[in-house]
């Protein structure tokens, strides 16, 4: 599962790697380098206005949403703490991703890098994934807009999709076991990083095709490094002005 990644910022990255052309405007969100559950980082999907025939009209837009996603039922951004990742065997079914899956609202996710804890030393190691060659990663996801009950605006949400990695090389590696869980459902996750020639199939594949991108990503084409976490404060050093938010529950 992925509940910390680094959206991508390389703003000549984002172009050239998606064929866009970003506003001049363009500022990648403040926690790019850390993006955490109900933050705001961008993601990527068809235009609206696309269905209307206009050739003027891009292939791709990049769009910022809450990661977590936002079901109509949701009544605060909060919720996105237990929706981040969506599980390709049961996202057909759960109410909170259903409706997502069979619109298909299918977005990308361009990430830098991305984050797991390995535990193999027994001790808690945050492990940086990129891709081999220093390009974006693709991360396959949903979105779904939310109207904010408290602001009356209509905003944006999106989530992961995950599948088994058990026998992936680099991933089985990641987590812990859970001991609230039986051994059967002690799986290895991992998401959906998806190949760069197979983004606009993606895009748009309509419900009963979208199970065919759920695969895994060659472990050859990954980076992986260790990061050990920074060490710790002294007492004598002041509080930072703007704290970084709490890290949710590893799952």
Not at 25 to 31: D, F, N, R
Not at 165 to 194: G, S, T, Y
Request: net charge neutral.
């Amino acid at each position: 599962m992925c509940s910390h990644y680094q959206a991508e910022k390389r703003r000549k990255q984002i172009e050239k790697h998606f064929g866009i052309q970003l506003p001049p405007s363009w500022e990648p969100p403040p926690g790019a380098l850390h993006i955490y559950p109900t933050q705001m980082a961008p993601f990527i999907r068809r235009p609206p206005e696309r269905e209307s025939g206009d050739e003027a009209v891009p292939d791709f837009e990049l769009v910022e949403g809450h990661f977590g996603l936002l079901p109509g039922f949701a009544k605060e951004v909060k919720y996105g703490l237990k929706t981040y990742n969506a599980r390709t065997e049961t996202v057909r079914d759960l109410p909170s991703f259903k409706n997502a899956w069979a619109k298909p609202r299918h977005c990308i996710v361009p990430c830098e890098a991305i984050y797991e804890p390995d535990w193999r030393s027994g001790k808690f190691v945050p492990t940086r994934f990129t891709a081999a060659n220093d390009e974006t990663l693709g991360v396959a996801g949903l979105w779904s807009p939310w109207k904010n009950p408290e602001s009356a605006e209509w905003e944006l949400s999106f989530a992961m999709l995950t599948v088994n990695a058990d026998a992936h090389p680099l991933f089985k590696l990641m987590h812990r076991p859970d001991p609230k869980r039986p051994p059967e459902q002690q799986d290895k996750r991992m998401v959906v990083i998806l190949p760069q020639a197979q983004y606009g199939e993606w895009l748009d594949a309509p419900p009963e095709r979208s199970m065919e991108f759920m695969r895994q990503f060659p472990a050859e084409r990954l980076a992986m490094v260790a990061e050990p976490a920074p060490p710790k404060a002294s007492k004598a050093s002041a509080t930072p002005a703007n704290p970084p938010p709490a890290q949710p529950p590893l799952l």
